[in-house]
């Protein structure tokens, strides 16, 4: 899955990641059975190339806002799609400049005079053989970009582009060829595309924290600085404890969130099942915690891996360090398929009705039904202990805590004449801190399940290394949020101050195993693309031989000196 958004081989992206990440899956999840047997093996033999087109320039996460328009003309069965505005054009989508030739576009669906709201159409973009634009088609490059500079990302401009009926993909909704519009069963069928993206998202965060921890913590074991000792020699910067601070950590989260996302994908895969089945119960569920798992796994690693650089000196900043490229792909991500913030919001709002159908005492759905422990009571203090269980369900009182003080605060301001959208929108500093932690409970949560399977099968030596990445992903996630443990649990001041050195210990337990741990990522030398991380140690002679590839050193003197410096010393200034 790593390939789909390009970071598996292709430093730079890959042009085709989106034709298999969400055209195909976009093809599987809205279009008909008779539009899938036109269109998916094409699709999947690569006969047809496409990009999926949905954020506008004027336009991303607000879907309802969106501009483009597809209104359909009974006179010739045939839909007629423009861009109004300038704000209109479909902006972002990768591939779109100059790979692809079909699109799924998304648009305002207009007929017998009435909009029906957003719905995917499939739109040829370029022909097949010349590779030009289709008429009335305005597609090109919006720039350059921070990374995936090979993902050349488009901008698509449709004037009166004219499509047949069948062009709309009608698995879900439908329009009949009198334009009668025939509903579908429920509006969070639209989920489907971007929360499949999303799953993928985390997974390929992992793979990224991973690599850059990979090359941070083999360059620290091999790098020498400053005496621990003085009547020793210079340690390796990794025996520094500080060092083992700042990657350990990110190791123990990079396998964290791996096991995440496997969970994850076994909730999209049964959630999907369930769908082809007509249920349609947990796909809210679904797209709630692939919303804030996108949100912690992206901001955790574009995090994460600007502190690796930062642990690796002045050498980190070296393009050969590579660290540009996993921060530019994980930074990116913190925006594209829904702004993190946004999608904290949409967790929040699900959390919030979640709370309130646990107040009117209905059964809730797994990921959140631990709020039910906490419904009818006042704010109350958890028992805290040291042990990994009981950390992990001080997230659930935290998150409980929080969403009943949020909900409270929605009720004041409506009591005060707000709407609920206004007070929805002036409590969203605090379902945003509900939803994250949320999501931090659940990788916790699935991390330690899936830590505990495995150390029944594994060795001792094994099960300690085991045991002790789970534990600092869950001390270090607990001292994130110590503020919050000392207000809704019976933590005290002695209870942190052990939980502190409880970290350290797991930091030192860790030290003569953490290149084993990386190596155990298997990741090859010419994935990592690091002359600071590769496997053999030789640091210095990689970045030698780097900087002997500059084209500054391709000969003594450069033209510069005569042109500019020499002149410059013989003036007369």
């Known amino acids: ?254 396998i964290a969130l791996k096991l995440t996302s496997d969970n994850l994908w076994q909730m999209y895969e049964r959630t999907t099942s369930d769908l082809n089945s007509g249920s349609l119960d947990r796909l809210p569920e679904l797209h709630a915690i692939a919303c804030c798992l996108k949100v912690v796994s992206t901001s955790d690693t574009a995090t994460g891996v600007e502190v690796c650089r930062l642990a690796c000196g002045g050498h980190g900043y070296l393009t050969c360090a590579n660290f540009l490229n996993y921060y530019s792909l994980a930074s990116a991500a913190s925006t594209y398929e829904g702004e993190n913030t946004v999608l904290l919001l949409q967790t929040a709002r699900f959390l919030v009705k979640m709370w309130n159908q646990a107040v009117q005492g209905k059964q809730l759905m797994p990921t959140v039904d631990y709020l039910q422990n906490y419904v009818g009571k006042q704010v109350q203090q958890f028992p805290w202990s040291d042990s990994v269980p009981v950390i992990i369900s001080a997230f659930q009182a935290v998150v409980a805590n929080k969403l009943r003080i949020a909900c409270q605060s929605i009720e004041k301001r409506k009591a005060k004449g707000a709407t609920p959208e206004e007070a929805t929108n002036m409590t969203g500093l605090e379902l945003i801190q509900v939803a994250e932690v949320h999501g931090r409970w659940f990788v916790l949560q699935s991390a330690y399940e899936m830590f505990e399977k495995a150390c029944q099968k594994a060795s001792a030596p094994l099960v300690s290394v085991m045991q002790n990445l789970c534990k600092l992903v869950v001390y270090d996630e607990a001292l994130r949020i110590r503020g919050d443990l000392l207000r809704f649990t019976t933590m005290t001041e002695t209870d942190l101050v052990k939980l502190e050195q409880n970290y350290e210990a797991c930091l030192q337990a860790l030290r003569p195993n953490a290149v084993g741990i990386v190596d155990a990522f298997d990741y090859p030398d010419f994935v990592l693309g690091s002359a600071l991380g590769a496997y053999d140690g030789n640091v210095y002679e990689r970045l030698f031989a780097e900087a002997m590839k500059s084209p500054l050193n391709q000969e003594p003197v450069n033209k510069t000196f005569e042109l500019y410096l020499k002149p410059l010393m013989k003036s007369r200034l």
């Open 1 to 254: 899955m790593e390939a789909l958004l390009g970071t598996g081989f292709i430093k730079e992206g890959n042009p085709l990641g989106i034709h298999f990440s969400m055209f195909i899956p976009a093809i599987v999840g809205h279009a008909s059975p008779e539009q899938q047997d036109q269109y998916l093996k094409k699709a999947l033999n690569c006969e047809i190339i496409g990009s999926y087109a949905q954020t506008e320039l004027g336009h991303g996460t607000f879907l309802r806002g969106l501009e483009t328009t597809a209104t359909f003309d009974p006179q010739t069965d045939e839909f007629v799609i423009n861009s109004p505005t300038l704000t209109s054009y479909k902006w972002w989508p990768g591939a779109l400049a100059q790979t692809v030739n079909h699109c799924v576009v998304m648009a305002q669906l207009y007929s017998n005079g009435k909009c029906y709201g957003i719905h995917p159409f499939m739109v040829q973009v370029r022909d097949s053989d010349t590779h030009m634009p289709m008429p009335g088609i305005d597609i090109g490059d919006i720039g350059d970009k921070m990374g995936y500079k090979g993902v050349n990302n488009g901008y698509l401009g449709l004037k009166n582009v004219r499509i047949p009926r069948t062009g709309m993909m009608m698995k879900n909704a439908k329009l009949m060829r009198d334009g009668t519009y025939v509903k579908p069963s429920s509006s969070v069928l639209a989920y489907g595309t971007m929360v499949f993206v999303r799953v993928i998202i985390v997974r390929n965060m992992a793979q990224s924290l991973a690599k850059a921890a990979t090359i941070a913590v083999r360059y620290s074991s091999v790098r020498r600085q400053s005496h621990i000792n003085p009547e020793l020699p210079e340690v390796q910067v990794i025996d520094h404890v500080t060092q083992q601070a700042k990657l350990f950590p990110l190791v123990a989260k990079a």
